[in-house]
C-alpha cells in the first residue's frame, strides 16, 4: 500500500560525504514528519533527523553540524546528507514517516548501510 525507499547509503572512508534519499510510493493524501533514524549491530536504533510537515528540524548532538535534513514535498522525498563521516557512523540507516491517509499510521524503510571506514 504504502512503502518508503531508501537509497544512497555505501562504503566512505572517514571525512567523507553521502546523500540518502528517502521516496515514499503507493496510495495516501500526505505525508507529516519524517525522520532519519540508524542502528549498528548489538545496539538500539536511534534517531539522527526529523523534519516536520513545516521543515522545522531537530538531531542529536552526535550529529549536529555534520548531518542534514531536507524535504521535497512534491516529490514525497526526504534526504539526508552526511558530511565528516565518521566510523562510528557505521550502521543501517532507515527513514520513516507519518502518513495521512483515512488515518494516521508510521511507515518505515527496509534500510541502507551505510559504512565509514578509518
Known amino acids: 500500500q504504502v512503502q518508503l525507499v531508501e537509497s544512497g547509503g555505501g562504503l566512505v572512508q572517514a571525512g567523507g560525504s553521502l546523500r540518502l534519499s528517502c521516496i515514499a510510493s503507493?496510495?495516501?493524501?500526505?505525508?507529516?514528519?519524517m525522520g532519519w533514524y540508524r542502528q549498528a549491530p548489538g545496539k538500539q536504533r536511534e534517531l539522527v533527523a526529523s523534519?516536520?510537515?513545516?521543515?522545522?528540524?531537530n538531531y542529536p548532538d552526535s550529529v549536529k553540524g555534520r548531518f542534514t535534513v531536507s524535504r521535497d514535498n512534491a516529490k514525497n522525498t526526504v534526504y539526508l546528507q552526511m558530511n565528516s563521516l565518521k566510523p562510528e557512523d557505521t550502521a543501517v540507516y532507515y527513514c520513516?514517516?507519518?502518513?495521512?491517509?483515512?488515518?494516521?499510521?508510521?511507515?518505515w524503510g527496509q534500510g541502507t548501510q551505510v559504512t565509514v571506514s578509518s
Open positions: 520513516n514517516a507519518i502518513v495521512v491517509d483515512v488515518r494516521y499510521f508510521t511507515v
Open positions: 503507493g496510495s495516501f493524501l500526505r505525508i507529516n514528519d
Open positions: 523534519i516536520t510537515g513545516d521543515g522545522k528540524t
